[in-house]
């Protein structure tokens, strides 16, 4: 479950069953959202989901979070969490979010970890760019199935290479 620092999250999403999405799913608003992610990413890594809700929704996040365009991408540092998880969930509708352009969510994307990780610092990073690439959003959007969804994000992510470039030393 958890990404091995120096992959990338393609890399990471095609060792792993699709536990990490959520697809055709409803939320009533930005509370529902966030608790369906909340849930998905407890399953994944063992940790209560009201606590995970909770670190969603106020607590301290790898980046700032972006809300835009119909997509969201939510972060959460839980310092009792020695791993890294994402989720991603494309909605039937979209919901209202409260979002600066008010446009309605329908995508979502969730990165938990630890606070010191890299890892998930640079997977919540890559989310935001992704969730900037209109092309890949609309592939995504584009999505009827679970499968499908499955195939246009590891598309997207290896697309647009996710991977850190090599430290030059010496």
Sequence with gaps: ???????????????????RLLFGVEA????H??????ARSARLSGLKPHRVFEAMS?????????VAGGVAVVSAALPEFGG??????RL???????????VPVDL????????????????????????RDQEALAYLRSATSISWFRAELTWALE???????????G
């Design 28 to 31: 009533a608003g930005k509370p």
């Design 33 to 38: 959202l966030l608790s369906l992610l909340a």
């Design 159 to 169: 697309r647009l290479d996710y991977r850190e470039p090599a430290k030059m030393t």
């Design 58 to 66: 106020t607590g301290v996040h790898f980046t700032s979070d972006r």
């Design 1 to 19: 479950m958890n990404t091995p620092l120096g992959t990338s999250l393609a890399d990471s999403f095609r060792v792993v069953d699709m536990g």
């Design 92 to 102: 039937m509708t979209p919901a209202p979010y409260g979002a600066q352009d008010g």
């Design 84 to 89: 890294v998880v994402w989720t991603a969930a």
């Design 108 to 131: 979502a994307f969730a990165v938990i970890g630890n606070p010191r990780s890299v890892t998930a610092r640079r997977a919540a990073q890559s989310f935001a760019r992704l969730s």
